[in-house]
Nanobody, 126 residues
Framework: QVQLVESGGGLVQAGASLRLSCAASGRTFSYYAMGWFRQAPGKEREFVAAISGSGSNTYYADSVKGRFTISRDNARNTVYLQMNSLKPADTAVYYC???????????????????WGQGTQVTVSS
């Protein structure tokens, strides 16, 4: 069982930066691939970024490529999402997710993740 707690959301102006954190419980954090998803009001949850257990492989949605960076610190059981050049279109609730070590499936799809955090709100004003 893995518990995930996101933090770092807030209200910022367009062009600003935020860094989201997701703290995970458990002693085998490095076994889990991690992802960030977001959901805006009235829209479906969408993939933002993902990272392999070792941190050697990262994946991004086209809409955030070049602006967002996912990283992880396995010693701290934490995954980060650095968000730069924020746009109003980035406004959403951001969720952290973990895919179990014995599970497979593309990291781009929410259905392949086993554990989810409660979400943190990011609001970008124009």
């Amino acid at each position: 069982q893995v518990q995930l707690v996101e933090s770092g959301g807030g209200l910022v102006q367009a062009g600003a930066s935020l860094r989201l954190s997701c703290a995970a419980s458990g002693r085998t954090f490095s076994y889990y691939a991690m992802g960030w998803f977001r959901q805006a009001p009235g829209k479906e949850r969408e993939f933002v970024a993902a990272i392999s257990g070792s941190g050697s492989n990262t994946y991004y949605a086209d809409s955030v490529k070049g602006r967002f960076t996912i990283s992880r610190d396995n010693a701290r059981n934490t995954v980060y999402l650095q968000m730069n050049s924020l746009k109003p279109a980035d406004t959403a609730v951001y969720y952290c997710a973990a895919r179990g070590p014995y599970d497979s499936g593309s990291l781009y799809y929410s259905k392949n993740y086993n554990y989810w955090g409660q979400g943190t709100q990011v609001t970008v004003s124009s």
